[in-house]
């Protein structure tokens, strides 16, 4: 008689709140998550996702009992957290980390994607007085990770108030606002923020079990350095480091930060042409300060040099926590969730009679083609999120997910690759900052 073989459950709750308007990849991660399947070595598997609220989490739904794993997405949820996060006095606040720093330490998962990474960690900068937006950063953090993120500077675009002279001051923010759809070399546009990087990896842990590769292709949009303090470098893993050539001065991938000139006439205008767009595209009227910030201007170009310093650094990192629970926590500062590609190279638009960031500051040209329906690009990193969630839900390494990319759900993965192709309209563009 055949032995049935016992499927355990893996529950994921995927924070959702996107608290300042910005969209983010939450329906990326439902799709690659919610209803997985595949064979263990040992036993089979399934995971099961939803979505969870900042009053889900005050109101005590993140418990042990209901979840496994906590999935924190980067853009919009993430870095949109750690800005609202970051004023740590509030009541509320202060009840909502304490629920999810409970939740780790009496044994859940944690996985922090980008933002999500960096909401959970303290920040170290270049210089130690932190700007507005590096404060929040660092008060955002959890106070249950070992590791910190790095960012040479950090600020938001048209906030900072010294943008207009020291624009590379903004640092990674540049490179997440301010991409227009690229082009690829057989003329398709494509929505292509951010930059593909190939990252070394750490083959000699379980995790990459069964990947032949010394490196990884995956997006960066934005994400931190990653940092090991000396005192918990036995205690902390790190699964893959940035490039050793520092990719923001790299001749293909290398920006120009620009600067805001607009000052208060420069936001007025923006919130007219903000409110005439929500009108038009029937949006919620709650994201107008977003698109306030989309469409405030003038801008204009400089010759600045956007150095970010991250060669090298820790890019993925793993650890226990240390009590009996061992609760895990996976940090990636990169989007494994989003698609990549090959070849390429940045360029600076042209400035026209009026400039921002909804209409972009650069593009990418000459993208090697893409496949026909662009799934390959979009899932070439799937896998890398289902073994983060299996290593965060303590599943040994000899049962975890496969790398290979299978048929399940292939008409929402081909509704997803369909929007990685841009469609022409401006609201398309601009959701996909």
């Known amino acids: 008689m055949k032995k049935t073989r016992h499927c355990r459950s893996i529950k994921i709750a995927i924070l959702a709140e996107e608290p300042i308007g910005w969209k983010s990849g939450i329906h990326y991660f439902m799709t690659i998550l ?3 399947f595949w064979h263990g070595k040992n036993q089979d598997y399934k995971i099961t996702a939803e979505y969870v609220y900042d009053k889900d989490i005050t109101k005590n739904k993140l418990l042990n009992s209901n979840f496994d794993v906590l999935l924190v997405p980067g853009g919009g949820v993430g870095d949109g957290e750690c800005l609202t996060k970051g004023f740590k006095r509030i009541p509320w606040i202060k009840k909502w980390k304490k629920n999810i ?7 859940g998962g944690y996985v922090g994607i980008c933002g999500g990474a960096a909401l959970l960690t303290e920040l ?3 210089n130690p007085k932190k700007t507005f937006v590096e404060k929040l950063y660092n008060n955002s953090a959890l106070d249950v990770s070992s590791v910190q993120s790095y960012y040479k500077d950090l600020a938001f675009p048209i906030f900072y108030p010294r943008q207009r002279w020291l624009p590379e001051k903004i640092g990674a923010a540049s490179y997440v606002f301010s991409f227009q759809p690229g082009e690829t070399e057989d003329g398709r546009k494509i929505l292509s923020g951010g930059v593909p990087l190939d990252f070394k990896i750490n083959s000699d842990h379980d995790f990459f079990n069964g ?3 010394k490196e990884i292709r995956m997006r960066w949009w934005g994400g931190p350095g990653l940092v090991i303090p000396p005192a918990f470098k036995k205690s902390v893993s790190v699964l893959a ?6 990719f923001s001065m790299a001749e293909n991938s290398k920006i120009h930060p620009w600067r805001y000139t607009g000052g208060l006439f420069g936001l007025i205008n923006g919130l007219k042409k903000a409110v005439s767009f929500i009108r038009k595209e029937k949006i919620d009227l709650k994201q107008l300060f977003t698109y306030l910030f989309y469409f405030a201007g003038d801008w204009k170009k400089t010759n600045n040099d956007l150095d970010l310093n991250l060669k090298n650094r820790a890019a993925i990192t793993c650890e226990i926590y240390p009590n009996e629970h061992k609760g895990r926590i996976f940090l990636c500062a990169t ?3 989003y698609m990549v590609w090959n070849g390429g190279c940045v360029t600076e638009v042209d400035e026209t009679d009026y400039n921002c960031i909804g209409y972009g500051f650069h593009q990418w040209k000459s993208i090697k083609d893409f496949s026909k329906t662009g799934l390959k690009e979009l899932t070439s990193t799937w896998w890398l999120v289902r073994r983060a969630v299996a290593w965060s839900a303590k599943v040994k390494s000899e049962d975890f997910p496969p790398i290979h990319e299978d ?5 929402k993965k081909e509704k997803l690759a369909e929007d990685l192709f841009w469609d022409g309209s401006l609201k398309s563009q601009i959701e996909n900052i």
């Open 34 to 36: 919610d209803g997985y």
């Open 101 to 107: 720093r409970s939740f780790i330490q009496n044994g």
């Open 124 to 126: 170290i900068t270049e």
């Open 211 to 213: 990947y032949d590769q």
């Open 241 to 246: 480091w940035y490039p050793s050539e520092e």
């Open 335 to 337: 989007h494994p969730e």
């Open 407 to 411: 048929d399940e759900k292939k008409d």
